[in-house]
């Protein structure tokens, strides 16, 4: 049980770090004036998309096997 809350924290943390690492490049950005370089509802709609397919492909083996 330790090891798998160690993972999850791990994985937190990391994901906190990615987070910030973004939010100083687009403030980077802003203080530059140059347009913003990351386009979030392109970046929501791949992860849709690619969700989706992630689904539609566990349902598909569920239903075979």
Avoid: H, S
Avoid at 29 to 35: H, I, L, S, T, V
Avoid at 45 to 51: E, Q, W
Wanted: with cysteine.
């Amino acid at each position: 049980v330790a090891f798998y809350t160690m993972l999850f924290l791990l994985l937190c943390l990391f994901i906190a770090i990615v987070g910030k690492a973004i939010r100083v490049y687009e403030l980077t950005r802003e203080a530059q004036d140059k347009p913003d370089a990351i386009n979030w509802n392109t970046v929501n709609g791949v992860i849709f998309v690619l969700f989706l397919i992630a689904g539609l492909c566990g349902v598909y083996f569920e239903y075979t096997v």
